[in-house]
């Protein structure tokens, strides 16, 4: 069973910086996508930033130029270093990972944005 554990929320001030680490129990190659989705209070769960095995990424508009997916294949780790945060970045972050039909979540990590 694919286990996705992640790491790294918290408080942080406006125009601060996260970065949140999300390890996979195997290699992250063997997944045909990684992803972080994110879920505000009383909002529907939205995609944030995804990596593809051959390393396309695609961003949400509302992050674009903010946040970085990377991953260290080393660690079998997919990282969201998220910069210039603000409050409407407040949410439970989640990571995703795609093989074949199945797909897989972590627990989530949750990030305020908060003076």
């Known amino acids: 069973q694919v286990q996705l554990v992640e790491s790294g929320g918290g408080l942080v001030q406006p125009g601060g910086s996260l970065r949140l680490s999300c390890a996979a129990s195997?290699?992250?190659?063997?997944?045909?996508?990684m992803a972080w989705y994110r879920q505000a209070p009383g909002k529907q769960r939205e995609l944030v930033a995804l990596i593809s095995r051959i390393g396309y990424t695609t961003y949400a508009d509302s992050v674009k130029g903010r946040l970085t997916i990377s991953r260290d294949s080393a660690k079998n780790t997919v990282l969201l270093q998220m910069n210039n945060l603000n409050a409407e970045d407040t949410a439970v972050y989640y990571c995703?990972?795609?093989?074949?039909?199945?797909?897989?979540w972590g627990q989530g990590t949750q990030v305020t944005v908060s003076s």
């Open positions: 995703n990972a795609v093989k074949e039909v199945s797909s897989f």
């Open positions: 195997e290699s992250i190659f063997s997944f045909n996508v």
